[in-house]
């Protein structure tokens, strides 16, 4: 891993402004930029100091760093260093005063923790000259939407052919009308799948939240006989599908759609899809903090975020990206036209608040039940 605090010294004031990308010089850059692509640099190279981001590994960091981490260096002269720091060490970090981030990339539930701890900064919008904020889902004060993924309806389909697979959760909980070993989710990979439990019970998508937790769990007594595992890593819950232990079940998109592209014979029902949420962060104490607000204006703009889809299927958060992502690889996308009515945004702060209760009632149900 690398050390962030190797690479920010204590360093006078007048040496860090002689490092940092300035609003001035980037808003003279800016002026430079076409509406049809990225902004792109016009200063010294290496001589705007350096940006350290938090990274999360896998094929999602291979992907943003050749299309976001890289062109952002190319263009601006910034040194892009990546952490694979844990939440719980950024909290540390933030609780001590002693930052070595300057931006995190996180999931909802994680970027909320730090937002309630007060280790975000909050985001200068009014100062964004590559990216209109009105074209970006989800913003808020101290985080911006990066990416939308989702928990899917995954099935192996040589055991049910694609248009003969269950088409929503009340089919997938139907054992008679299609038999086979299942598969869903471990509150160890972050959160179980209660609302596929309501949905399969008849709950509809927009009156999911809050969760009625006895409905639920009554709903998922239903079904434990046909789970041979509840799955605690997206590598595992691919690798059963993939190798028919199991015939179907809940899996991230990307998970599958790794394995697709690789042949194995699996495929995506869409329908009641659970939309999640990654944010950008700029964080409190940064060191470079003035490269953090330019960064993610810069990482926002579409033409980036559809390049991102490029590598992994992941959705954008700017709605204008799909004018330059192809209908082939749309296709493929849960924020895609197609696709995002058909699915319901899962609710991050009800999970927030109610995670600890969720934890006992699950590790209760499943004592309980074998």
Same mark, same amino acid.
């Given at each position: 891993?690398?050390?962030?605090?190797?690479?920010?010294?204590?360093?006078?004031?007048?040496?860090?402004?002689?490092?940092?990308?300035?609003?001035?010089?980037?808003?003279?850059?800016?002026?430079?930029?076409?509406?049809?692509?990225?902004?792109?640099?016009?200063?010294?190279?290496?001589?705007?100091?350096?940006?350290?981001?938090?990274?999360?590994?896998?094929?999602? =960091?291979? /992907?943003?760093?050749?299309? $976001?981490?890289?062109?952002?260096? +190319?263009? &601006?002269?910034? #040194?892009? @260093?990546?952490?694979?720091?844990?939440?719980?060490?950024?909290?540390?970090?933030?609780?001590?005063?002693?930052?070595?981030?300057?931006?995190?990339?996180?999931?909802?539930?994680?970027?909320?923790?730090?937002? =309630?701890? /007060?280790?975000?900064?909050? $985001?200068?919008?009014?100062?964004? +000259?590559? &990216?209109?904020? #009105?074209? @970006?889902?989800?913003?808020?004060?101290?985080?911006?939407?990066?990416?939308?993924?989702?928990?899917?309806?995954?099935?192996?389909?040589?055991?049910?052919?694609?248009?003969?697979?269950?088409?929503?959760?009340? =089919?997938?909980?139907?054992?008679?009308?299609?038999?086979?070993?299942?598969?869903?989710?471990?509150?160890?990979?972050?959160?179980?799948?209660?609302?596929?439990?309501?949905?399969?019970?008849?709950?509809?998508?927009?009156?999911?939240?809050?969760?009625?937790?006895?409905?639920?769990?009554?709903?998922?007594?239903?079904?434990?006989?046909?789970?041979?595992?509840?799955?605690?890593?997206?590598?595992?819950?691919?690798?059963?599908?993939?190798?028919?232990?199991?015939?179907?079940?809940?899996?991230?998109?990307?998970?599958?759609?790794?394995?697709?592209?690789?042949?194995?014979?699996?495929?995506?029902?869409?329908?009641?899809?659970?939309?999640?949420?990654?944010?950008?962060?700029?964080?409190?104490?940064?060191?470079?903090?003035?490269?953090?607000?330019?960064?993610?204006?810069?990482?926002?703009?579409?033409?980036?975020?559809?390049?991102?889809?490029?590598?992994?299927?992941?959705?954008?958060?700017?709605?204008?990206?799909?004018?330059?992502?192809?209908?082939?690889?749309?296709?493929?996308?849960?924020?895609?036209?197609?696709?995002?009515?058909?699915?319901?945004?899962?609710?991050?702060?009800?999970?927030?608040?109610?995670?600890?209760?969720?934890?006992?009632?699950?590790?209760?149900?499943?004592?309980?039940?074998?």
């Amino acid at each position: 891993m690398t050390d962030p605090t190797a690479e920010h010294g204590t360093r006078p004031a007048s040496a860090l402004a002689a490092t940092r990308v300035t609003r001035r010089t980037f808003v003279t850059a800016a002026v430079a930029a076409a509406t049809a692509g990225p902004f792109i640099w016009t200063g010294r190279a290496g001589a705007a100091g350096k940006l350290v981001v938090r990274t999360i590994g896998g094929a999602y =960091e291979e /992907g943003v760093t050749k299309a $976001i981490l890289e062109p952002f260096t +190319k263009a &601006t002269g910034v #040194e892009v @260093v990546k952490v694979p720091a844990t939440l719980g060490k950024v909290l540390a970090m933030a609780e001590a005063g002693s930052m070595e981030l300057d931006v995190m990339d996180a999931g909802e539930l994680g970027m909320l923790s730090l937002s =309630e701890k /007060g280790a975000l900064e909050k $985001i200068n919008y009014k100062a964004w +000259k590559l &990216t209109n904020p #009105e074209d @970006v889902d989800h913003r808020r004060d101290d985080m911006v939407c990066d990416i939308y993924f989702s928990t899917v309806l995954g099935y192996n389909n040589e055991v049910f052919p694609t248009g003969k697979q269950p088409k929503d959760w009340a =089919e997938f909980w139907d054992v008679k009308k299609f038999p086979g070993p299942r598969m869903l989710t471990d509150l160890a990979a972050g959160a179980i799948d209660l609302e596929f439990a309501l949905l399969a019970d008849g709950v509809p998508k927009d009156k999911l939240y809050p969760i009625d937790l006895d409905r639920a769990f009554k709903s998922l007594d239903r079904i434990r006989p046909a789970i041979r595992k509840f799955w605690d890593t997206g590598a595992l819950s691919a690798q059963m599908l993939a190798d028919k232990e199991v015939a179907l079940g809940s899996i991230w998109n990307g998970r599958l759609q790794a394995i697709a592209d690789k042949g194995a014979p699996v495929a995506i029902e869409w329908n009641q899809a659970a939309l999640q949420v990654q944010f950008w962060g700029p964080l409190k104490g940064a060191k470079n903090a003035e490269n953090a607000q330019t960064f993610i204006d810069f990482a926002c703009q579409p033409q980036l975020q559809a390049d991102l889809t490029k590598y992994i299927p992941y959705g954008p958060s700017n709605r204008l990206a799909f004018k330059y992502i192809p209908a082939n690889i749309a296709s493929r996308l849960p924020s895609s036209p197609e696709h995002k009515p058909k699915a319901f945004l899962q609710n991050a702060r009800w999970w927030a608040d109610n995670r600890s209760k969720v934890s006992e009632r699950w590790s209760q149900w499943l004592l309980q039940k074998g």
